[in-house]
């Protein structure tokens, strides 16, 4: 379990750990939220490229797209052929495990990456 308490060591912790799954082969792509190029919003990325994890925004301040939506596409068509790592919200893990109730989601190869949620800022 990795616990960091400021904020900045927090979401280094949780790209150390991401990229660290994709550099050692635990997983080989991971669904990330990203800033998208614009700046003004943040998206669902899935890459295989440890690289890109350096841009990620795994803990963003808003999210336009519901993350256990995401998955659902992901998985639409049966469980997804390669481990795989998806970062979610606690509200989005929980909707996540509905999905999965209704057969909505396909849970098998999926490792699921959550965290304390810090609530609105202001």
């Known amino acids: 379990m990795l616990v960091v308490k400021e904020k900045r060591n927090r ?10 799954l994709l550099e050692k082969d635990v997983v080989k792509a991971l669904l990330v939220p990203m800033r998208i190029p614009s700046g003004e919003s943040f998206a669902h990325v899935l890459t295989r490229e440890a ?13 336009t797209v519901q993350g256990a939506r995401v998955v659902s596409k992901l ?5 997804v052929d390669k481990p795989t790592a998806v970062v979610l919200r606690p509200c989005e893990l929980r909707a996540m495990r509905e ?3 209704l ?3 396909k849970p098998e190869g999926l490792l699921t990456i ?3 949620c810090q609530g609105p800022t202001l």
Do not use: C, E, H, Y
């Open 11 to 20: 979401v280094q912790g949780l790209k150390d750990l991401l990229k660290g």
């Open 51 to 63: 690289a890109l994890v350096d841009d990620a925004w795994p803990i963003p301040p808003v999210m």
């Open 75 to 79: 998985t639409r068509k049966g469980p």
């Open 99 to 101: 999905l999965i109730k």
């Open 103 to 105: 057969n909505q989601v």
């Open 114 to 116: 959550s965290f304390d």
